[in-house]
Nanobody
């Protein structure tokens, strides 16, 4: 599946932003979806994942602030980001896989085969 992320930009600390990732390709509903991010000088890290059903998984750093959701009709995965902090500044990537075996395994980026191009989110203090 091909992925195209959008929705990044400059946001003030404490504000909100919503990222979207549009997928093209068959059987979107059978894909497990995820969001990762990479801050300058750091490795890419897991943010959130959405299983085929309603199950979700979050990194501790974003839990209770970010919400991942999906629309299987529109083939879009969203990341609603609330109470943003300067440390949330990063390039955000969406990812997809149809081969995952467990929700918790999705913390590892090697579980995902397909990646979007990334969208920059900058949070100013």
């Amino acid at each position: 599946v091909q992925l195209q992320a959008s929705g990044g930009g400059l946001v003030q600390a404490g504000g909100s932003a919503k990222l979207s990732c549009v997928a093209s390709g068959p059987s979107f509903s059978s894909y497990v979806l995820g969001w990762f991010r990479q801050a300058p000088g750091k490795e890419r890290e897991f943010v959130a994942a959405h299983w085929i059903d309603s199950s979700t998984l979050y990194a501790d750093s974003v839990k209770d602030r970010f919400i991942i959701s999906r629309d299987n009709v529109k083939a879009i995965v969203y990341l609603q980001m609330n109470s943003l902090k300067p440390e949330d500044t990063a390039v955000y990537y969406c990812a997809a896989t149809d081969r995952a075996w467990s929700l918790t395994s999705l913390r590892q980026e090697y579980q995902f085969e397909d990646w979007g191009q990334g969208t920059q989110v900058t949070v100013s203090s």
